[in-house]
Every structure is written in structure tokens, then in C-alpha cells.
Nanobody, 125 residues
């Protein structure tokens, strides 16, 4: 089990940037693939991005490709989601999640073992 704490959310204007961080404690961080998901009011939780334990495999949902970048620093037990060119439709609570074992389907929330508490991102028009 790993404990996850997100930070970096906030209010930003359209076109602005935010960098989310997810700090992990517990087991060895590098064994976990890390994912970011988001949930807007009245909508289901959706996949945003994921990165494998060694950073060699990365995936994004189509709506954020070219705008968001996921990365990780295993020495700091932290992964990041750099969000640029933000749009009002990016407004949501953003959650980081950790997945142990084989990579599997990183876009599926049910594949993940541990979740953070979420951080609010609001993009004003």
C-alpha cells in the first residue's frame, strides 16, 4: 500500500498553466505505475494520463495530448502533471493513483490500488 497526497490545484484563467504534484509514501515508489484521473461535477471519473514505474511508458487521453505532460521523479517519490493551455472543460477534481504489478490497462480506474484525496482545478473563461 502507498499513501498519496496531491497538491498544486487552484484557480487559473483559460490558457493558463498549473503543475500538479503527487507525493507518495510507503512502499518503493518505482514499482508503481502512476495515473492521473479527473472528475467534473455530475460526470464520471475519467482517465487523464499515466506513466510506468521507470517512466518508459506514458499514455494520455486524447483531449489533453499536446497540452499536459506527466512525469515522475522516483528519487523524490513524486509524480507530476504539468497542465498548459488550460480550458474551462479541464475543470475537475484531479486524483492521482498508484498501480502495482503488470502495466495492464493504465486508462482503467479499477486497475489502480491506491488513490489520493484529490485536488481541485478550476479554469475560468
Amino acid at each position: 500500500q502507498v499513501q498519496l497526497v496531491e497538491s498544486g490545484g487552484g484557480l487559473v484563467q483559460t490558457g493558463g498553466s498549473l503543475r500538479l504534484s503527487c507525493a507518495a509514501s510507503g512502499r518503493t515508489f518505482s514499482v508503481y505505475a502512476m495515473g492521473w484521473f479527473r472528475q467534473a461535477p455530475g460526470k464520471e471519473r475519467e482517465f487523464v494520463a499515466a506513466i510506468s514505474g521507470n517512466g518508459g511508458s506514458i499514455a494520455y487521453t486524447d483531449s489533453v495530448k499536446g497540452r499536459f505532460t506527466i512525469s515522475r521523479d522516483n528519487a523524490k517519490n513524486t509524480d507530476y502533471l504539468q497542465m498548459n493551455s488550460l480550458k474551462p472543460e479541464d475543470t475537475a477534481v484531479y486524483y492521482c493513483a498508484a498501480k502495482s504489478g503488470a502495466l495492464g490497462h493504465l486508462e482503467l480506474a479499477e486497475e489502480y490500488d491506491d488513490w489520493g484525496q484529490g485536488t481541485q482545478v478550476t479554469v475560468s473563461s
